[in-house]
């Protein structure tokens, strides 16, 4: 059986919010970050193409030994990994894992809302798959679901574009498209992993008493349960508090926009993924 690190994928920067709270929680073991910032954002592409390039860079981490991958990004997980995990993994490697953000974040999030009315903020695809929807339902059937695509904010977040009025103007007119469609939202779920950086500006705009939620506490938590479940995949994650950084573009633009993700400097290698 193969051993080695948690492999971490994100189209761009944003998963680097994911990891550095599966850190904190699971400080113990090594990760191996694989961003694809050579073809970010993934959002407003066709399903084919996710799907695509998202198997593309799971196969490169696998090929790093890495028995367990989290695709760290919204859109890869409404629209590539469950025909990952039912259509590739049986053929490709039975005793690798993948899993996602949505089913993490939609098995808890009915928990914080006492209207049970929630907003959604996400990008095009992700709304367009209506992953979120079906999944929520699946936990919290009585729950009213309101989404709201943003497709500019991941764009700005990338180009470290969005501290400025004109960046203001964009979260605010998405956040108000949001509650215009229902004043009873009074829970707001951040739906990408780049958004976080954009918290403040959006509880700035969100009615008062709003609660406005980030995803990567409830993946950590999740994980930390998959692996008291699946001790058998546990046993192979190495556990040498070692941390690699890997992007698909120019490192030295990758080093100088993580940091604001993941909340330190850090140092990535350059990487090309094999086309199908």
């Known amino acids: 059986m193969i051993s080695g690190p948690i492999g971490v994928f994100d189209s761009g920067y944003g998963g680097l919010t994911i990891l550095r709270d599966l850190i904190k929680v699971l400080p113990a073991y090594g990760y191996l970050y694989l961003g694809d910032n050579a073809r970010a954002p993934y959002g407003q592409r066709s399903f084919n193409t996710i799907f695509q390039y998202t198997l593309e860079s799971v196969k490169w981490l696998f090929n790093q030994n890495c028995p367990l991958v989290i695709l760290a990004c919204n859109t890869a997980s409404a629209k590539a990994l469950k025909n990952i995990q039912q259509l590739i993994l049986p053929h490709l490697a039975p005793d690798r894992r993948v899993l996602g953000v ?3 974040t939609s098995e808890v999030i009915g928990n914080y809302t006492k209207t049970q009315s929630i907003g959604i903020l996400a990008t095009t695809g992700t ?3 209506g992953s979120y929807d079906i999944e929520i339902k699946h936990f919290f059937p009585d ?3 309101y989404q709201q695509a943003c497709p500019l904010w ?3 977040v990338e180009n470290n574009d969005f501290d400025h009025a004109g960046g203001n ?3 605010e007119k998405y956040v108000a498209q ?3 469609q229902s004043s009873e939202i009074d829970t707001v779920l951040l739906a990408c992993t780049h958004y976080p950086l954009l918290v403040d500006k959006i509880k700035a705009v969100c009615p008062q008493d709003t609660t406005v939620l980030s995803q990567g506490p409830f993946v950590a938590n999740s994980l930390v349960t998959y692996l008291e479940r699946h001790p058998e995949m546990e046993r192979r994650l190495t556990k040498n508090h070692k941390v690699e950084f890997y992007t698909t573009d120019a490192e030295i633009d990758f080093d100088n926009h993580a940091s604001l993700y993941f909340g330190s400097q ?3 290698k350059h990487t090309e993924l094999e086309h199908e």
């Open 102 to 104: 949505i089913r993490p």
């Open 266 to 268: 850090i140092f990535a």
């Open 154 to 156: 991941v764009p700005m």
């Open 178 to 180: 949001l509650f215009a």
């Open 143 to 145: 729950l009213h679901l």
């Open 127 to 129: 709304v367009n798959s």
């Open 169 to 171: 103007y964009f979260v």
